[in-house]
Structure formats: structure tokens, C-alpha cells
């Protein structure tokens, strides 16, 4: 009997260390989010070089449109103060000055010529009484330039969205307006107003700030309309304005429109539309024609607060997601994703991709603090297999917060220069460089984690150590409570009888 209550002894002793000895291997694992997820080394962050390479522009309340010619030369589209109007083709009520210019830039950023200014001692482009303020140009087969935008009349006050024409020199030649009543307005940015060559000499214009949806209208060589459709269904899509919204490849259109791309063929007929799960905050077109959608999603998952906690809080993971479009019907060729939690705020955006000649893809994606700005570059093969990271800071030239620094008019560029990344703020003066060359790629991070398995390994800890707490509580109130009814034992007589003598 005393052997048997010996062994249950021994085996609950046993279990008791084995139970604590798993607890507090357990608890080893890592309680915190930094562990989990090792995100972006910002304490390796390299050098480069930042250069004001833009003229002068006015204060902060003007935006740019730039476009990439086929001759390595650019055209930048300037505009200051746009226009606040509710109505196409209208009487508008005039908000201080409208101002606007379009510049031809040479490969290292130089102004060959300039059109309109952006100040109130030049009000930008007039002709026939008619002020223009460009949001966006290209140039046409015939060496033309093409600009959408936004005018006034000066005689009567009305407004509308406009087509200027402009000689090789950037000489305006004519205008014409785009008749948009009955659709709708919501006034925003540059990337709702954009406009695109196509090969046959004619020209495709897109209009996202509508309430019918994004229109897309081409235009024939001569300028007539051919025809025009429409693209969602409301305003109430995010336009992703820091983006350009529509490519034209191979004969047909690709057009984003909040997170959703819908192809077109070259004679406005439909090819297939496709909603993508994640918010789509880059949308690029590389140089051999691959259309690369690059965005974020969040996901909630569980950590300790603290070693050996009995709670845990819910944290966001920022998860990136970049893949190569199948242009064929929506679908990934490949898709790669991975988490960090650093910087989760609404200014954090994977930016941009651009490919080497190699077929190399890198992956910009930018975090705004403060006075400075955060990059992290990814890059990826041919087919997608990660091979490192790299990143680095750059400052602004004037001091700012982040809160003037929201996603509406903190578009940037990224231009691949042999081995050289040109990132482009022109509403910022500024060009920041990368030597590619000469980084050493991190290979390590960022990764990708099963955030369920890590929900499913708190949840275990959490109440794995509140049953320890609860044995440990549990034992201590036994003793606690034995040691304070404990008597004296009674002296038994009939064992121990009294002598009667005595």
C-alpha cells in the first residue's frame, strides 16, 4: 500500500517537471514580433547618392505626370493648384490661379524646352482664351505631342477636361474638349487624367475620376473619336493615383481601376477582368512588354506580450505581394509574398518594379518616417526565386512630416539605367542613385511565414502557461491551507496504557 502511494507520488513528481520542463522550452520560442518576422535590415541600409536634378518648382501643391519616350528622352507634365470644378463643360468657380507646364527632358534630366510655367506670373498654356493645366502627355507616331488635363475659359468660366496638341518644339497647335457630361466628376490627381500613343498614329485617353467609372476613348490620327467604354462602376474605387492606370501591349489595353485590371482589345471590346485580393499599389510595364502587379494586404496574428505571459494582443502583418501578370487571362505566371510588421502605416507601399537585361525583377517598396523616406529593394530572377534584399534612407531637402506626405502626392519613378536604379521625385527636385553593382545582397530576409501555425503555437503557450500558473497557484493554496488546519495528532491511551502504579 505504502510502495503503491509511492509510485503515484513519483509519477505525479515526474509528470509535474515533465510538464514544466515543456512549458519553459516552450516559452524559449520567441514572444515577439520582431522574431517572427525579421522584415527589412534597415541597420545595413547602404549609401547613395541624392541629386537635385529638376528646376525649381512652386512649394508643395503641384503634381507631375512623367512618361519615358522611346529616344531615352522624357516629357514632364507639371501642374499647380488644379482646378476645383463639380461639372464638365460648365461654369466653374476659379480657385486662385491655375498653373501648368510640359517640359521635354533629356536622358540626364535636362530641359531641352519648356511650355506654360508653374507659377502666378505665368499661368501656364493658353490658346483662344483657353487656359490649360496638363495632368499627362505623350508622344504621337508623327514626333506630336498629346496632353490631357483639365482648362478653363476665361470669357465664360467654363470648365472641362481638354486635348492639347503641340508641335516637336512644344509649340501649342489646337485643342479639343472630351465630352464627359452626365458622368460625373470626383477632381483628384494627375493618374486620372491619362493619355497614350498607339501605333496606328492615334491616341487613347483614360478618365478614372468619374462616377460612371473609369472612360477609356481612343482617338484615330486625326483626332475623331472610333470608339469608348467604361471601366467600374462608381467613384467610390480608389484610383491609385500615385499610378500610371492603363499599358497598352500587344494590341490590347490593360486598365486599373481600384484592384481590379480589365483587358481590352485595340477595337474597345473586352478580353477578360480580374479582381486581385490584395491593394494593388504598383502596377508597371518592364521593357520586354511583362506587366508586374506589385501590392499589400494585411492579416491579424497573435503574440505573447510578454515570456511565460497568460495573454496576447493581435498585431497586422504588412504582407507584400509581387508577381508577373499572364496577360492572357489575369492569372500570375508567378507570384511570390512574404511579411514584415515594420512600418505598417498608410505609407508604406511596395512602389515599383523594373528588370535588368539579365531578366533580373527588383522590387522597390517605400516607407515614409518623418523627414525621410525608407527603400527597400527585392530582387527576384528570371522566374521568380528570391535572392536578396538591400536597403537604404533618403532625407527630404526641407523639413516635412509624413502627414503632409500622404499617398496622393507621393508618386515617385524608377528608371534602370545599365547598372544604375534612378528613383524620380520631381516634386521634390530630387533623384536618388543606386549602384547595383555594387551591393551585396542580403539573402536572408525578408521570409515568408505560415501566420495561422504561428496563431496555433500562441494559443498553446498562452494556455499552456495558464495552466501552469493555475497548478502552481493550486499547490501553493493546498500547502498554504494544510499548514494552517494542521493539529496536533491525539495520543492514543489503548496503545500506549498508564501505569496504574505510577
Known sequence: MVLERSKRFLTMIFLSWFFFIFVILLNLLPSYESFYFPGFDWSRSIEVDSTIVFKQQWA????????????????????????????????????????????????????????????????????????????????????????IGESIDTITANFNVTLFFFDESGNPTSYQHINLKGKGIINKGHAQLEVLHTENGGFTVQISGTRSGSVIIHYNANGVEEWQTIVGESNFVNTNDPLVNIYYVDFTYYSLYGNSITAIHSDGSFKWSKNYEFDITGFDLTDDGEIVLSGSSKESFLIMV?????????????????????????????????????????NA?????????EGNYYMLVQSI?????????????????????????????????????????????????QDTLNILMPDRKMMTSLDLAEVEWNPTLPISLDLNLINQITYVRVWTNRVLLIILISGISYFFIHALVKKEKPVDYCEHPVNEHE
Not at 325 to 345: A, H, M, P, R
Not at 349 to 357: E, G, P, S
Request: with cysteine; glycine share 6%.
Open 60 to 147: 508643395l501643391d503641384y503634381e507631375y505626370d512623367l512618361t519615358k519616350l522611346g529616344n531615352d528622352t522624357y516629357l514632364l507634365s507639371l501642374t499647380n493648384n488644379q482646378i476645383s470644378c463639380t461639372s464638365w463643360g460648365e461654369t466653374c468657380q476659379l480657385s486662385t490661379y491655375r498653373a501648368g507646364s510640359i517640359q521635354l527632358l533629356d536622358s540626364d534630366f535636362q530641359t531641352i524646352w519648356q511650355t506654360g510655367d508653374a507659377n502666378s506670373a505665368h499661368p501656364g498654356i493658353e490658346i483662344d482664351n483657353i487656359e490649360f493645366t496638363p495632368f499627362g502627355a505623350d508622344q504621337l507616331t508623327d514626333g506630336s505631342i498629346v496632353s
Open 306 to 346: 510578454y515570456y511565460l505571459g497568460t495573454n496576447y494582443h493581435e498585431l497586422n502583418a504588412l504582407i507584400y505581394h509581387v508577381g508577373i501578370l499572364n496577360k492572357e487571362d489575369g492569372t500570375f505566371n508567378w507570384k511570390n509574398e512574404f511579411q514584415t510588421i515594420y512600418y505598417t502605416s498608410e
Open 349 to 357: 507601399y511596395a512602389r515599383h518594379t523594373v528588370t535588368d537585361i
Open 369 to 417: 518616417r518623418d523627414i525621410e523616406i525608407h527603400y527597400a529593394i527585392l530582387k527576384y530572377n528570371s522566374i521568380g526565386e528570391y535572392i536578396g534584399q538591400t536597403t537604404f534612407v533618403a532625407y527630404f531637402p526641407y523639413n516635412m512630416t509624413s502627414d503632409w506626405f500622404q499617398s496622393y502626392n507621393n508618386k515617385i519613378d524608377v528608371v534602370f539605367n
